[in-house]
Structure formats: C-alpha cells, structure tokens
C-alpha cells in the first residue's frame, strides 16, 4: 500500500501494484467486456440449479475473492458491496458466481488506477450513514450498508449479510443500525483518545420510523414492532448518554445506498465519487443531512450526466419514508439535460418530471 502525503490539505492511498498482480493472475476467460459497474442488478440472486464450480475452479474463485476482500478494506470501498456478496458463495459457488466474479475484476481491471482520498473538516464532527435493503437475498435476510466520513472520502465504511430475518424495512434499518453501533462508538473513542473534542457523533437515517424507535425505544413500538427484541435499542441508550444523534437524510442522499445494493450508471459513479474522495461532503450547522447543499446538484449546470430520480411515498409501518425508482436510458434522454429548468434544487428538478403510473402520496 502506498501513502501519499504530498498534499497538505488530504491525504491519498492506493494499492496498484496489489492490484496489478490480482489482474495478471485472473484467467483471461473472466475478463470480459468493459463494465462500468463491479456488480449487475442481479448480484443477490441465486440459482439452485446452476452448475457448481469444479475443485480447482472453486478453489481459484475463493484465492480471488480472498484478495478482493484485503483490497476493497484498505483502499477500494467501490468493490465492497460485490465482495460482501461473493465471500457468502466461496464455500460452494456456481458457473454464476464465476461469472460475477469475473465482472468485479473486470471492473477492477478498468479502474485500477483509482485512489482513496481522505481529508477532514473537522475532527469533532463525525458523520455516519447508515441504511439497509429488506429481504435481498435468497433467504430473504437483509443487507446493512454503513460508511463515515470526516469531510472527504469515507475511511471506514461496511457491507454485510444480516444475521436474522427481520418483518419489516423498519426493523431490518433497525438493525442495520445496531450492527454499526460498535464502529460508531469505537471512532469516537478513539478520537477521544487522541485528543480531540467530539462535538457530534451523527447518524443519519432515512427511514423515519426507524429514527423514532432509535430515539424512543419502547416508547414509539406498537403492534408490528412489539416483537423487536431490546437489545436493538442499544442505540436508544448511547443517544440518551449523548455519545451520538440521529437525523434524517433524504434517500436520495443516503450515501450508505451504495452499500446496500448495486447501484448502475451515474448514480452509482456519482456516490463512488463521493466515497472515494474525489468530492468533498460538506457540513453546516443549518443542515439536516450532511452535505444537503453541498454534495448534492444544486442548478442545472450541476446535474451533469446525473440520472433523474423518481421520488416517491410509500407508507412504512405507520410513516411515510423516501424510495427512488430510477427513471429507464430511454425515458431520460441526454438531451434533456441540455434543457432550461427554472428550478432552484436537485429536488424541484426531480419534481418537474411526469411520475410512473403508479399511486403516490404527497410527503408532508
């Protein structure tokens, strides 16, 4: 691993000789194409009947999949959610996991000479996301998706299988949110430790049943969430001590998404982007979520090549929560980008496009 300290403003870490010899020992058979993403749609499906790996292919696929792993923790988070994805298979994987596999390298092959940038604002602020995707995989358990930051680029960050089935997206966030607890409570430790004065340890969520059970525990249950066990209100207890808060970010500013499942296309460069620190994510006091005026398209000029998003209520558990549903290449065409909008925010262009066919409610 190589540390670049040459900039005094950030700090840079790479691995491209790792990552040259992890490419120079795949089989030529699985880098094929030029995929812009390391993980399909179809990443979390599984097909009982597809062909198993034979002893030396499977024993190839768990070496690569092993050196995915040490890479995407130290300096590739970009690769984290495929690998997450591919250590549950390395114990009996198919001509399927080959081929997703072969897709994530191929990814890696295209982009090996991207860097993790690090820089901080502030040490006193730290900033989590955290979010979660219900019933994902095959039997049906949930994902947690969790990533920091401390100004730019996200240091730490998780993706990973839950490990019991959960009702609900407002117990599977729920959860989600306990199994990054000891990460959001170890950082500000060890800042603490260093010397710095921890001002505010936030998590930010966007499922807004999940942020009244966290902040009241039992006193915001009612009968589908009687059954979530207590221990899960662990967190209720460190925001009552005051050791971290939490507020609510819009889904589409969910940085954790990106953890959860597989994004495509721009949205998903836009979010790696953010992640590996070519972006910085701001912070003001007035601001909700982190990075609501500065990490999002503000004007038209802003949005780029960024797909249209759907914004769309749907009601959970008694509330109302944010879900996307991303518009089709054939619906958003690159030339409407290049028309004049008088909207002031990312928002207000979201709000000017026709919605699918399919019953709503206003958000209030």
């Given amino acids: 691993m190589t540390i670049d300290f040459s900039n005094t403003e950030f700090v840079q870490f790479y691995m491209h000789d790792f990552v040259n010899g992890i490419i120079e020992e795949t089989p030529a058979e699985l880098l094929k194409g030029i995929p812009t993403t390391p993980a399909a ?3 979390f499906d599984i097909d009982d009947n597809a062909e198993k790996l034979d002893s030396q292919q499977a024993i190839t696929f768990h070496h690569l999949v092993a050196k995915l792993l040490y890479l995407c923790k130290r300096a590739r988070p970009d690769l984290q959610l495929a690998v997450a994805f591919l250590t549950t298979r390395v114990q009996s994987p198919d001509v399927d996991d080959w081929k997703k596999l ?16 690090l820089g901080a604002d502030d040490l ?15 039997d049906y358990k949930s994902h947690t998706g969790a990533t920091m930051s401390l100004g730019r680029g996200h240091p730490i960050s998780m993706s990973s299988k839950q490990k019991i089935n959960t009702r609900s997206s407002t117990e599977a966030e729920l959860v989600g949110v306990n199994d990054a607890m000891s990460l ?6 060890f800042l603490l430790e260093q010397g710095f004065e921890v001002k505010d340890n936030v998590i930010f969520q966007d499922n807004q049943s999940t942020i009244l059970l966290a902040r009241n525990g039992r006193q915001s249950s009612g009968k589908k969430t009687r059954h979530i066990e207590i221990r899960y209100y662990f967190i209720t207890d460190n925001i009552s001590r005051g050791t971290c808060s939490v507020k609510y970010c819009p889904t589409e500013q969910m940085i954790a998404d990106f953890f959860t499942k597989p994004l495509q296309g721009s949205l998903f460069r836009w979010m790696r982007d953010k992640i590996l ?4 994510i701001g912070v003001t006091d007035s601001q909700e979520c982190v990075g609501a005026g500065a990490s999002m398209p503000t004007t038209n000029e802003d949005l780029g090549d960024v797909d249209v998003t759907h914004v769309l209520m749907v009601e ?12 089709s290449a ?8 290049s028309q004049t909008h008088q909207c002031r925010s990312y928002s207000d262009v979201v ?14």
């Fill in 41 to 43: 749609n179809h990443l």
């Fill in 102 to 117: 072969g897709r994530c390298l191929t990814y890696l092959r295209e982009t090996k000479d991207e860097k993790l940038t």
């Fill in 124 to 138: 006193g602020v730290i900033k989590w996301w955290i979010d979660a995707s219900f019933a994902v995989h095959k």
């Fill in 184 to 189: 959001v409570l170890w950082v500000r430790m």
């Fill in 277 to 280: 620190g070519k972006h910085h």
């Fill in 316 to 327: 959970d558990e008694g509330f109302f929560r944010l879900d996307e549903e991303k518009e």
């Fill in 330 to 337: 054939q619906q958003v065409k690159e030339k409407e980008f």
């Fill in 351 to 364: 709000k000017s496009r026709s919605f699918p066919q399919r019953s709503y409610q206003e958000h209030f």
